[in-house]
């Protein structure tokens, strides 16, 4: 099925049926997989089939809409509903960090609850439930789009307008980890589009190369010029002076700022801070968790010891030492200290007069 589909299009649905982008496959196969139920979604998130905290939400959420629309159910209104509130727990359970899992889980569940307060039959609700889901993944695009726009418009003022910017970014952010455009990727994309971007540098990403072996791709396929760097190489980079600004992707921002990404951020962001180079992070409101007040409270999930000990993230031959003992967490905290903005679709949030974001303030504005 794969030659029907863009290669940059991480997420096929049409009414009742979901292929997913085997991303591991990725860059030198194109595979899709396709996803019948909740139970398919859970594993090819955990399994990192799909990754990125946009396209982690839709997918849950789409993998248990192709399940509903075909599954013959017996029950009322509210036992659909209750139905769907055990998945949707159950989904959230695959990537615990990502906050844009938990947060699309709450709304569909309280939307489905809701449905059931009048809906006559279960189809009724899982109607209900299927036209959100399917929403999600237009107005993922959108958003993707004011993020690119807004971002690429910060960015050059805060850099006074400069015709050439050269830009470094971690991890994947782009349209493989998002419904499409990207986040990060998508303020790249948006400065090539405006003619300023002299060069993209991206990150391998270790352990499991997201940057080497995702963004590369995607940078490569759009025609972007770029340069693909070692993830320790990037201080020295800073150093000579060849990156204008960082901006990378978020899985849950804290209310203060702290924001949880792919490990090796924070180093980054110290870096970064050490050179005088300014470092934003892009993401949709959804990423942000203002039920936590600082990134303390972020949950960090640890992956499987085989990603550092095998070759290709986990997936190739053993190439650490025997018995050696792994710490290998997913994300670190980069706080909010060290971020110069935060990029959404509704706007950049910038600090106040001390080195505090009013994350809380800028959300109720922006609701307005």
Not at 62 to 80: C, I, K, P, Q, R
Not at 156 to 183: F, W
Not at 284 to 297: E, F, H, K, N, R
């Amino acid at each position: 099925m794969a030659e029907n589909f863009s290669p940059l299009q991480s997420i096929c649905y049409e009414h009742g049926a979901l292929r997913l982008l085997d991303q591991r496959k990725l860059p030198l196969e194109i595979v899709y997989l396709d996803i019948k139920n909740a139970a398919d979604g859970w594993n090819a998130i955990r399994d990192m089939v799909v990754r990125g905290a946009p396209a982690i939400a839709i997918s849950a959420a789409l993998s248990l809409a192709v399940e509903v629309f075909h599954l013959d159910f017996t029950g009322t209104s509210s036992d659909a509903a209750s139905f769907l509130t055990d998945k949707l727990e159950y989904l959230v359970s695959s990537r615990p960090t990502a906050v844009n899992l938990s947060d699309a889980a709450t709304k569909l569940r309280n939307l489905a609850l809701k449905a059931a307060e009048t809906a006559t039959e279960a189809k009724i609700v899982f109607q209900a439930y299927i036209d959100a889901a399917e929403r999600m993944l237009i107005d993922d695009v959108n958003s993707n789009k004011a993020i690119g726009f807004n971002g690429a418009i910060g960015i050059q003022e805060k850099l006074n307008d400069s015709k050439r910017i050269s830009v470094l970014t971690h991890c994947n952010t782009g349209s493989l980890a998002t419904a499409g455009y990207g986040t990060a990727l998508g303020v790249i994309r948006t400065l090539h589009a405006r003619g300023i971007l002299e060069m993209a540098f991206c990150t391998e990403t270790r352990p499991f190369n997201q940057g080497s072996r995702l963004t590369a791709f995607e940078l490569v396929h759009d025609k972007i010029p770029a340069k693909l760097i070692a993830d320790s190489a990037a201080a020295s980079l800073m150093k000579a002076r060849q990156v204008s600004a960082v901006i990378v992707g978020a899985d849950r921002i804290a209310a203060n700022g702290d924001t949880a990404n792919k490990i090796g951020t924070y180093s980054l962001a110290l870096s970064a801070f050490h050179h005088g180079v300014p470092f934003y992070v892009a993401a949709p409101v959804t990423s942000i968790d203002l039920s936590l007040a600082s990134g303390d409270q972020i949950v960090i999930e640890e992956r499987s010891p085989k990603e550092l000990l095998c070759a290709d993230g986990g997936l190739g031959k053993q190439i650490a030492a025997p018995g050696i003992d792994v710490w290998n967490p997913a994300f670190d905290v980069t706080p909010a200290n060290l971020i110069t903005a935060i990029v959404t679709e509704k706007g950049v949030i910038t600090k106040i007069l001390t080195d505090d974001f009013d994350i809380k303030r800028f959300i109720e504005k922006a609701a307005d």
